[in-house]
């Protein structure tokens, strides 16, 4: 796989903040991203870098192999959709999909068409009076129509019913498979799109902590379920990510793929294995991230 | 280029900032500017009228400029073009709308010379003193006035998104500082009567000139702010 973006040591601060703390990875051809994390922690930022709206402070970012900022052949070829889009004021939303026509080289009118309509986007009110989640159906709108080779969406479903909501994730999963290309979807609805992403990179206060394949991650984790004594006799030794207990039956959240051995004696001792969804996963680790560094930092101050 | 001249079509969305507003702010104050030709008129005051209402528009450039910024840089971004490509873009678009402004300047004044003031003897467009070189020279400085008030508002609204209120305000006092300090200068050098002289020499040609280096000055020092300004 060629990769079409290349990120290397950037980082990003604002006064004493870190935003972005070296950060390294890459984002290969044709392929659906999720890049998740909590508010703050990076996200945007990380994207804005990418498609040079923003700057880094230390770093360096390669898109198709070039330095995007103020790079018109680099960025024609990138769309990115943010969740506090602003637009020109008079504008009516065909105004911003006749401009957005203007600059992207791909731009399909037909799956706009189709958009507008099934997400019922008023056509003769101004972008500044219309609801929220009208104005991001206008985003999304651009992001999908735009085909550009590499798009990225940030949390653009904000406001946006369940059916519209779907709609998007059916439609943006349709022209992909027609129109192969490379999406980066910011998102904190994260089991709504676990379905949709490839690959998951979690960044959590600056740092990359996952970057894996969605069903390599799947299989990372698992949750023993059961009597706390074999549960505890069980998970002994692993590495543990979230317990819970209630009377004498435990939940436990266990890292590593289990061995046919491990089934087997899991299976003998009379305890149940759920999955861990997506989202159970990206909640525990950045949980546990947490509280590491607040451990470390304890350590460091005694 | 052809991504610049998209630019402008882009700017051209907020017509009502760029052609419609500026044409009612004129077209009002050359309404206002007759009827009370009208109302003197009938008072019984038959000698020349000359009013200053044309300059109205020209302020406005000032919010033009301010609001090219605002309310477009953040949506170029999103339509993936260059910072370049924007100021260009941007700057054709004004050039454009003070054109339209000149040349309806020109031609108010060629009507109101052909007419002797509407009849009234009131003049609204053809001021003596600015048309002293022709209707060319009068065009061009309206033109390159709405382009200085253009570029002044670009510029503060550049530095403002940039660097944040307290360095514009910084900026300007800064500014304030030397215009105080060149007139005290003139004062105390006693080169008045001079620089009024020299003023009143260059006329209406010269002042278009200082006026084009101006702008060329503001316009070109917002651009290195706009190149690392993040909508």
Redesign the interface.
């Given at each position: 796989m060629t990769p079409v973006i290349e990120v290397t040591g950037l980082t990003k601060r604002y006064g004493d903040t870190v935003a972005v703390d070296d950060v390294s990875f890459t984002i290969d051809q044709d392929k659906i991203y999720g890049l998740l994390g909590r508010n703050g922690a990076g996200k945007t930022t990380i994207m804005?870098i990418l498609?040079?709206?923003?700057?880094a402070t230390s770093g360096g970012v390669r898109v198709f192999g070039e330095d995007p900022y103020?790079?018109?052949r680099a960025?024609?070829r990138?769309?990115?959709?943010?969740e506090s889009?602003?637009?020109?004021?008079?504008?009516l939303p065909h105004?911003?999909f006749r401009?957005?026509r203007?600059?992207?080289p791909n731009w399909n009118q037909e799956i706009a068409d189709r958009l507008i309509r099934e997400f019922q986007i008023p056509t003769k009110t101004r972008i500044k009076k219309l609801s929220r989640g009208q104005l991001s159906a206008v985003g999304v709108v651009?992001g999908i129509a735009s085909r550009?080779e590499v798009t990225f969406f940030d949390e653009p479903y904000l406001g946006l019913d369940a059916v519209a909501r779907q709609i998007f994730y059916d439609r943006l999963l349709e022209d992909y498979t027609e129109h192969p290309r490379t999406i980066i979807l910011s998102s904190h609805l994260i089991d709504e799109v676990s379905n949709l992403i490839e690959r998951v990179l979690v960044i959590d206060r600056g740092r990359i902590v996952m970057d894996e394949d969605t069903d390599a991650v799947r299989d990372r984790a698992a949750n023993i379920v059961g009597d706390t004594a074999a549960v505890d006799a069980f998970v002994a030794g692993r590495d543990v990510i979230h317990r819970e207990s209630l009377g004498r039956v435990s939940s436990v959240t266990v890292l590593g793929t289990l061995t046919p051995a491990d089934r087997d004696r899991l299976a003998a001792q009379g305890l149940d294995v759920a999955p861990v969804s997506l989202q159970q996963l990206f909640v525990r680790i950045t949980q546990s991230a947490a509280e590491k560094a607040a451990a470390s930092e304890e350590g460091a101050l005694r | 280029m052809s991504?610049t001249l998209?630019v402008v079509?882009?700017?051209l969305?907020?017509?009502?900032?760029y052609i419609w507003i500026p044409l009612i702010i004129l077209g009002a104050s050359f309404a206002i500017t007759l009827a009370i030709y009208g109302i003197l008129l009938t008072a019984g005051v038959d000698t020349a009228k000359f009013g200053g209402g044309a300059q109205a528009p020209l302020w406005y450039f000032l919010a033009v400029g301010v609001?090219a910024l605002t309310?477009?840089f953040?949506?170029s971004?999103?339509?993936?073009?260059?910072?370049?490509?924007f100021y260009l873009g941007t700057v054709i678009t004004a050039a454009l709308t003070s054109a339209m402004l000149a040349v309806i300047f020109v031609v108010g004044g060629l009507i109101e010379q052909a007419t002797n003031g509407w009849g009234m003897n009131g003049y609204f467009f053809a001021l003596d003193w600015l048309w002293a070189d022709g209707p060319l020279v009068a065009g061009l400085f309206f033109f390159v006035l709405a382009m200085l008030f253009f570029v002044i508002g670009f510029g503060s609204a550049t530095v403002y998104k940039r660097f944040g209120a307290l360095w514009l305000t910084l900026v300007y006092v800064a500014l304030a500082v030397l215009l105080v300090g060149a007139l005290w200068l003139v004062g105390r050098t006693d080169t008045w009567v001079e620089v009024f002289g020299w003023f009143a020499e260059i006329g209406s040609g010269g002042l278009t000139l200082l006026m084009v280096g101006a702008t060329i000055l503001v316009g070109a020092t917002s651009f290195p702010v706009l190149?690392?300004a993040?909508?």
């Open positions: 804005s498609t040079a709206q923003n700057f103020e790079n018109a960025l024609a990138l769309c990115f959709v943010r889009q602003k637009y020109p004021d008079d504008a105004h911003a401009t957005a203007l600059f992207f651009i550009a | 991504r998209n079509r882009m700017q969305i907020n017509r009502q900032t609001q309310l477009s953040p949506f971004q999103a339509m993936s073009v260059t910072r370049r490509e190149r690392r993040v909508p």
